[in-house]
């Protein structure tokens, strides 16, 4: 007998409404990501060309943004899953970032660069967390999840942001080298408010209007699995964001003549199997298990800061390792976010990613890494972050199984 699918599904078992949702998603993302690949890479450089600051004033002003995220994240997950509005908090934040990328643009003193900086985080930090919450809600379809497609259009649109920026201020520019970062702002706050248009168009379905009882937080608090699990992405990102935050001065000391075209082929290297390795990741994790595929990722990301710190003089060997990067990629900002959605109750979902990103993103990260970095920079030497980053991943490797808890999909709403 000839099998047929029904006819609202496509032969990979996506109904046809899916895949519309995932066009939807995969244009917020990709919008969302736009606006960061024009901010984040070239955001620290205005403020030490254009603004004249020393590296302490930027390291200061760098790391506003992850002491707010220590309030923010929680605070913007919890209010989601109390109100079941999820899809009006990503507008507020939105929004917000929109605003505070105008604000920017007409800041000229170092405290009105801090008191901007300090509100702007207030949304900046939730957005993605935020955006995790709702699209996984959505496309979470047991095992047969297709949220790494969309999360990989996302980086795309990071990857035409980053190159076509730089293109685009020469050719505004008045003069031949005369180009104004400050641009970046306005062009950034553009795509950000095409995120928030594009969140109007998510259906608001039932799965994202789960609403948690008051309290309902304490839960996840009182879970010695999901406890566990926040000890492990403090650990793994304590060892290896810092060593990232940080790479343009190991560039520098081993390509002081090139360091900005080094950098741009670095990234370059490192987009590129990024884009494919996410979209591909999907059938590595229903292969392995969401676990293991976290695990790949700590793997890869240490032995990447080892063959830097130990080779990274070696042309070849530095850019051949940045193609691990990809897979660090997918354990860590891919994996890990799914398996806080196995983990935690449905109604809690946004609370779960707010608290897990202020946990590794912000605390473990953005903190207590650059911290260490900087002090293993001063005291030992530029490549440093990156010996005692890829050791201490290779370690924290061995006691992860014992960490992060096995966790199975639930069945399909």
Known sequence: VRRTDPPSMTQAGITREQWKLMGVLSLFWATLFGALGIFFPFYSLYLKENLGLSGQQVGLAMGVFHLVGLVGQPAWGYLADRTGARKTVLVVITLGMALGFIA???????????????????????????????????????????????RSIGSVGFLITCFGFPMFLD????????????????VAAGIILLTTAVVFLIPNQKAIREKAQ???????????????????????NFMLDGPMFLFPIFVKSVSPEQTLGTLKWLWLIMLIPEIIIIALSGNIRRRIGVRLLMFAGLAA???????????????????????????????????????????????????????????????????????????LIDHVGPAAPQIYGGIGAMLLLLVAPFLVPKVTPRQAD
């Open 104 to 150: 920017y643009w007409y800041v000229k003193s170092y405290a009105a660069l801090l008191l901007v900086s300090m509100l702007f985080a207030a949304f900046y930090t939730s957005l993605v967390p935020q955006g995790l919450a709702l699209s996984l809600g959505l496309l979470y379809r047991s095992s047969n999840s297709h949220f790494e497609w969309v």
């Open 171 to 186: 050719a505004v520019a008045a003069k031949p080298g005369e180009t104004d970062l400050g641009l970046q702002f306005p």
């Open 214 to 236: 008051p309290g309902a937080w304490r839960v996840l608090v009182a879970d010695r699995k999901f406890r566990r699990f926040l000890l492990y992405v403090f650990l793994a």
């Open 301 to 375: 990301g240490g032995l990447k800061w080892l063959a830097c710190g130990f080779f990274g003089d070696v042309p070849v060997v530095l850019h051949a390792s940045m193609l691990l990067h990809s897979v660090y990629v997918a354990g860590a900002l891919v994996a890990m976010p799914l398996c806080v959605n196995y983990l935690v109750p449905v109604q809690l979902r946004s609370t779960g990613q707010g608290l897990a990103t202020m946990i590794s993103a912000s605390l473990g990260g953005g903190i207590c890494s650059n911290l260490a970095a900087g002090w």
